[in-house]
């Protein structure tokens, strides 16, 4: 085990993958466009293929915070200052379904105004962090998500109501394990998620990233105590099929949100490995520690025409970023080319040209 206070310096050779990697990636691919395809012909409109259904789409500014430790100083977070952001809230399912089925939930943050070397294919000043409720992924690897994504292709085409069943069910049963277990088990989680208020939940990157010259995972922890206080409230959909969004919507109508913006550096490829995202990192040995604050004020959170904008022209994509912050690992690998197929698809499938903000002010209010 090396010093756990020195972190793992980031090098082009950090990653290894599988030989069949590429194929896996062709497999996961043809698997989530044929998911799609069967969501477009039933709603006469093509949606995302995960995180379909938006709880709440905002904007605000991501502020850099002065004097970080050279460690944490890397990439976007470098240099102090603030940038205007974009940010979704959304279920977990590919499908537009009632808030009855409470599964994992996402948080996908865009950041305007990011200068510096960006990937391959990537030419716009933005920089995209995709997070999920979760500390880990249910799978390690491409490999292990293509068996779960073969099952998930198949529930899409089940009733509504098996799909409230199966939640149901999972959330019972992840709750004995959390309460036996003190932690929920993760493929549970992934179906039944506790229906907690959307805003209230910290988000996970859960597969490493390159921090400049480091590997991390990154968070988004709430920070206002108006949050906090809802952190052990759930929420009860009954017969409100978008009780999530109406609970994200009533918050900002009145209060500002904040998410302090947190990286755990990875200090031992051993316990703490990038090729399997299914693994939890250590907190006790290397604790997510604070680089900005995400600052969204009160506004509409439900706009039609913001919601439209950001379900039919953006695009949330791990890709979207700085080299700096070049996606690590087998699961982040599928996420780069996976990402832009579905995305590529949803679009020609709408007619809608995909366009990367340039200014804040494209955002419809």
Known sequence: MTDRATPIRYHDNVETPAPDENHVIDEIIASMTRESETTAARYKHAVRASHAKISGIVVGELQVLPNLPAELAQGLFATAGTHPAIVRFAQGPGELLKDSVSTHRGMAIKVLGVAGEKLAGHAADTQDFVLATGPVFPNPD????????????????????????????????????????????????????????????????????????????????PAAPAQEALAKEELHPGDDPDTFR????????????????????????NDMPIEDASKEWSEEASP?????????????STSETRRAYADDVLSFRPAHSLAAHRPLGSLMRARLKTYQALSSFRHARNGVPETEPRAIEEVPA
Do not use: N
């Not at 209230?200 to 990233?209: D, F, G, I, K, V």
């Not at 302090?260 to 550096?265: D, K, M, S, W």
């Open 246 to 269: 109406h609970a994200v919507a009533a918050f900002f109508r009145g209060q500002e949100v904040v998410f302090e913006i947190r990286v755990q550096l990875c200090l031992d490829l």
């Open 142 to 221: 491409a490999k292990g998500f293509l068996g779960s994504m073969k099952q998930l292709e198949a529930g899409t085409k089940a009733p509504e109501a098996v799909k409230v069943a199966v939640s149901a069910t999972a959330r019972a049963a992840d709750s004995v394990v959390k309460a036996v277990t003190g932690k929920s088990a993760p493929l549970l989680d992934f179906f039944g998620h506790q229906p907690l208020h959307p805003l209230a939940e910290p988000y996970y990157s859960q597969a490493a990233l390159r921090y400049g010259d480091h590997i991390a995972k990154i968070a988004a922890f």
């Open 288 to 300: 997510y520690r604070t680089v900005a604050r995400l600052v969204l004020p009160a506004q509409d």
